[in-house]
Each structure stands twice: as structure tokens, then as C-alpha cells.
């Protein structure tokens, strides 16, 4: 079922499932597992080429950093290196527990940041503001967040016809030395934020004139989907496979994907 055409909910309900996964296993070789998964849906789901230059930005910058965090912070296992923060004397340690663990913390951030991407990426904002309201999310609620996702492509606009005016005035914020090009880029954001306050003070009064109230519950969507059969069905086979997957791996760690019983 191609997701363009299924229930805004259902969507997100999905995702959200899938978003779960990561969080039951703490072994990089299942969550390799649940990442490679993520991505041969995702892939056959289709995503632009810069979707992919961005995660590969994001989560891979993300997954990196998030290792290299975790890494000396776990005492479990035999010890590969220890030492102490100066002044604090806070314990450091290097464990063999510790690399798989700093490597599935990694592998959970590029998860997470794989499947949240795509789906803020490919989803519309009404779309997303439909799914929140199927969920019994308030109609002002939803209808707000899908005003700031589509806010946020306004302002990437904005800001590039704000730095091309400066560039015609002569500035150029890649020359210079660092404290250099951070004063430059105060002539860009200075002009940036009147130019989103006057576009909020715009809409305020949009959405004032159409009579828009956060506590009134005659709002909705004219037209909204209707659920599938097929799609309750998914749902509620994803749902019974995550809560197996969550008694596998948190009652009976013994069995599957756990490192340290008891942490997350």
C-alpha cells in the first residue's frame, strides 16, 4: 500500500512504531539489524536524492558523536583503559561492554534519525496536522504544528533572498576569519527575524479574520480519509510485533539484543 494514499494516522502511528524498535534492543548487531530494515523500507518507500545527503549529514554526524559520547562512560565488562576527569576526578573507562553499548547508542540515533527524516521530509504539513487529529489531537493544536512546518521552507527562503542581497552589496560571509564571518552573519539574521516576525503578525491576523479560536471544537478538515481494513490490520500486527519484541528484550534480556539489563 503506498503510503501517499493511506491514512494520515496510520502513517504516523506507523512510524512511530518502527521509531520504537530502537529503543527495545541495546546490541549493535540487532539494531545493524533494525537499521538495515529501516532502510530497505525506506528505500522502497523512494526519497529524493538530497533527503539522502542530509541523513547522511545528520545521522552519521549524529551517529558518530553520539559513540564517541557514550564511549568512556560505561564500567561493565573488562576494562581496555581507564582515567578520571581532571579537577572532578569523575571516573572514565574503555570496557568491551562499553564499545557495543557506545555503538548501539550510535546505531539508535541514525535509526531514529532515519525513519523522523523521512517522515517530516515526505509528509505535508496538513497531512501531518491530519494524523495528529485522528489521533484526538485538537483541531487548533494540530492546525498550529502544521503551520510551523510549513513556516520553516518560508524562512529557508527568506534567509537565501536575504544573503543574496548582501552579497550584491559586497559582503561575503566565507571570508574572514571565524569571529569575522560570525559579525557577518548578524546582517543576515537581523533582517531574517523582523522579516518572520512581520510574516507571524500576517498570519495572526489571517487566522483572526477567519475567526480562528484554540478552544473551539466546530474547527476541522473539510475533507478527511477514512480508515482502511487493511490498515487496521497492520497496525494492530505492528502493534502485537513491537510487544513482543518489548517482552523479549526487556523481561527476558537474557534472550535477545540486551547488554545491561535495567538501563535503557
Excluded at 528505500?43 to 554526524?61: D, E, F, I, Q, T
Excluded at 504539513?125 to 498550529?144: C, D, H, K, T
Excluded at 497496525?235 to 539489563?261: D, T
Amino acid at each position: 500500500m503506498a503510503m501517499k494514499h493511506a491514512h494520515p494516522s496510520f502513517v504516523l502511528l506507523m512510524f512511530l512504531l518502527l521509531g520504537l524498535l530502537p529503543f527495545l534492543f541495546q546490541d549493535p548487531r540487532a539494531l545493524a539489524v533494525v537499521w538495515l530494515c529501516n532502510l530497505v523500507l525506506i528505500a522502497r518507500l523512494g526519497w529524493k536524492r538530497s533527503m539522502v545527503k542530509a541523513y547522511a549529514l545528520v545521522g552519521g554526524v549524529g551517529a558518530v558523536f553520539a559513540t564517541i559520547t557514550w564511549l568512556p562512560f560505561t564500567n561493565v565488562g573488562v576494562a581496555y583503559w581507564s582515567g578520571s576527569v581532571p579537577l572532578i576526578n569523575y571516573p572514565l573507562q574503555v570496557t568491551d561492554i562499553g564499545v557495543l553499548w557506545a555503538l548501539g547508542m550510535g546505531l539508535r540515533l541514525a535509526n531514529v534519525a532515519l525513519l523522523s527524516m523521512y517522515y517530516l521530509l515526505s509528509t505535508s504539513p496538513r497531512e501531518i496536522a491530519m494524523g495528529l487529529r485522528g489521533l484526538g489531537v485538537p483541531f487548533s493544536v494540530s492546525y498550529l504544528l502544521s503551520l510551523i512546518f510549513r513556516f520553516i521552507p518560508l524562512v529557508k527562503n527568506d534567509l537565501a533572498t536575504i544573503r543574496e542581497a548582501q552579497m550584491v552589496r559586497g559582503m561575503s560571509t566565507v571570508e574572514g576569519n571565524v569571529f569575522e564571518r560570525i559579525k557577518k552573519y548578524g546582517f543576515l539574521l537581523v533582517p531574517l527575524i523582523f522579516s518572520s516576525l512581520k510574516r507571524v503578525q500576517l498570519i495572526a491576523n489571517a487566522l483572526d479574520a477567519k475567526g480562528f479560536q484554540i478552544r473551539n471544537s466546530q474547527h476541522r478538515f473539510y475533507r478527511s480519509k477514512r480508515w482502511k481494513k487493511t490498515e487496521v490490520v497492520m497496525l494492530l500486527a505492528g502493534v502485537c510485533a513491537v510487544a513482543s519484541l518489548f517482552y523479549i528484550a526487556r523481561v527476558h534480556p537474557e534472550h535477545i539484543g540486551v547488554l545491561i539489563p535495567g538501563r535503557i
